[in-house]
């Protein structure tokens, strides 16, 4: 009898993506298989949740923390996506939804642009509690969906998610000057709280190793968030990042992103992207990374 979780079986395909070589799954939304987790499972979520909570407090910023505590999640199981729903539901529209792994990114945008979030039902196993090449459950409950509850990165949200239906439709260039948004706000930004720098990134909020790296090591970039220098810029998917985007607040996301982006996709279009690395004479910087460490190639 093997007591491994049920790793789905409903890979359709891979894909070439700006994000690498992807499995993509079914694009079907699927029932939460509560009853089926093992104790591996919920001990898995148990030490992740316990390990990053006492890691996150006085890192993560004061709104992933309240909000995360408002949802009510607790080491003690893997929570029931229907019981987090009745609380999100309520306080800001948004409900998250069960799929098997990496959506299309149509699929994708399209659950966004609803106030529907796609969380993967299954959880990695205990011989990767420190790193998995793609979203599980821990990534994307403890690590996306608490900001949900905030009503201003929820509305930001969604408005990625329509932002990125449009994108679709303009062409595979504007995808990729979009999803480098995401990727420095969503996953791996850093916001400026009164009392220093603290994640909000779920990419960086669910990884041990990076949560320290990201606010505490010298070799990365700390630099002040600027749409077009981050539609421009290259990005690592299989080391830390080199470098990290600063916001003031939500609020400085909702407005710098609400202008109509074609005549920014069209712009973009003629220049070339910069390095992962780069710090540029127009940045606003934090702190200039060292470099140490980094690998000379294979920014995407
Ligand atoms: N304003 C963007 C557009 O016109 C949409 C968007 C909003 C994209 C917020 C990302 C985040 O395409
Ligand atoms: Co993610």
């Known amino acids: 009898m093997s007591s491994q979780p049920a790793i789905p079986d409903k890979q359709v395909e891979h894909q070439h993506t700006d994000k690498g070589y992807v499995p993509v799954y079914t694009t079907a939304v699927v029932e939460q298989p509560w009853a089926a987790y093992t104790a591996v499972d919920h001990n898995v979520w148990a030490q992740l949740f316990e390990r990053q909570r006492a890691l996150l407090v006085g890192r993560a910023s004061d709104e992933f923390l309240v909000a995360q505590d408002a949802m009510g999640m607790t080491p003690d199981t893997i929570p029931k996506f229907d019981e987090l729903n009745d609380i999100l539901a309520k306080a ?18 399209d659950h966004l642009a609803n106030r529907r979030f796609p969380v ?28 949900l509850m905030n009503p201003v990165f929820a509305d930001y949200m969604a408005a990625y998610g329509r932002g990125g239906v449009k994108a679709h439709g303009i062409g595979p260039e504007a995808l990729v000057n979009l999803t480098r948004l995401y990727w420095y706000t969503v996953e791996f930004g850093l916001i400026r709280q009164a009392d220093g720098l603290r994640i909000y990134g779920s990419g960086i909020v669910s990884s041990k190793g990076e949560s320290i790296y990201s606010l505490e090591s010298d070799a990365p970039n700390r630099i002040g968030f600027d749409l077009e220098r981050i539609m421009r810029t290259r990005y690592r998917i299989d080391t830390y990042q080199k470098t990290y985007f600063v916001i003031d607040s939500f609020e400085q996301l909702m407005q710098a992103t609400a202008p109509d982006f074609a005549p920014l996709y069209a712009r ?3 220049q070339a992207s910069h390095p992962a690395g780069a710090v540029l004479a127009s940045d606003a910087v934090f702190h200039r990374g060292s470099g140490e460490g980094w690998s000379q190639d294979g920014d995407v």
């Open 92 to 109: 800001t529209g948004w409900t998250i939804v069960g799929v098997e792994g990496l959506l299309p990114e149509l699929t994708f945008f």
């Open 268 to 270: 973009l279009a003629t």
């Open 120 to 147: 993967t039902w299954w959880i990695r196993k205990p011989e990767q509690l420190d790193y998995l090449a793609e979203p599980d459950l821990f990534h994307d409950l403890f690590g996306h969906v608490p900001l």
